[in-house]
């Protein structure tokens, strides 16, 4: 394994290029194409506009993927068990939504950039580390609703850990399927508009499942939950305030 090159795109690609439903496995790298090294699996090279939905990215022998001076969405994507970094994003703005990022031999999502890339809905876990800036004094990633293996936000990540999970294991299957009492089912963010999530998870079944999204690359799609729309969790009040509870479920007689 790990001997056959990369896939590795440039700017001379179609900007509007979608990788959907990619399977790219015991790939390695090459270090001089045209004078540019493509040290991912699937690398990209001075090119914006790309979108990774529904792909799984694994047993690698160096990096999941690598992004250079690339602007894009990686969706509903699993990438894991590669032998160095999951992601790496260089003089970029790699956005995460929805991913699995597990398993990996470095570190989970590797940033190096002066932007501010949304990473919302994700899981780290099992990686080296999970998220490792080491950018700019600006343009930090904003990560929220992940699910962190480490019990603290790691340095140089912008926002307010606003509905992440630390220290929490994903209790995911073999096939990076969350099952029914893992953390992760209906934890993602409530509101997914802008996220571009798409109508189905990496296994092409309903992104949506059970009234919220779930954090990860896969939705749960068992019966009997129930999921709290409001409050959105961690809110705090003054004693002796009422507050109203609002839910949505397909459980009977709830």
Excluded at 41 to 63: E, M
Excluded at 119 to 148: A, D, H, K, M
Aim: glycine share 12%; with cysteine.
């Amino acid at each position: 394994s790990g001997n056959w090159g990369c896939i590795a795109l440039h700017s001379g690609a179609d900007p509007k290029s979608v990788f959907s439903c990619c399977i790219v496995e015991y790939a390695n790298q090459l270090s001089s194409l045209e004078s540019v090294s493509y040290t991912g699996a699937l690398s990209v090279d001075h090119l914006n506009g790309l979108v990774f939905s529904q792909c799984r990215i694994t047993n690698n022998n160096n990096y999941g993927l690598y992004f250079n001076y690339a602007s894009l969405n990686v969706v509903n994507t699993v990438v894991a068990n590669n032998k160095s970094f999951g992601i790496v994003d260089q003089y970029g703005k790699c956005n995460l939504i929805n991913n699995t990022i597990t398993g990996n031999g470095g570190t989970g999502y590797y940033y190096y950039s002066n932007t501010s890339p949304v990473v919302t809905n994700n899981i780290f876990w099992g990686n080296q580390s999970s998220i490792r800036n080491e950018g700019y004094s600006y343009g930090f990633p904003v990560v929220t609703y992940c699910l962190i293996q480490e019990d603290i936000m790691p340095s140089k990540v912008a926002g307010n850990s606003e509905g992440c999970l630390f220290k929490t294991n994903p209790q995911l299957g073999a096939d990076y399927t969350v099952p029914f009492n893992s953390p992760c089912v209906n934890a993602g963010k409530a509101d997914t508009t802008g996220l571009k999530v798409g109508p189905v998870d990496h296994l092409g079944q309903n992104r949506l499942s059970g009234g919220r999204i779930d954090i990860g690359a896969s939705e749960y799609q068992g019966t009997g939950r129930m999921v709290v729309l409001s409050p959105n969790g961690r809110e705090g009040w003054m004693g002796g305030s009422v507050r109203t509870i609002t839910w949505r479920g397909n459980a009977a007689n709830v």
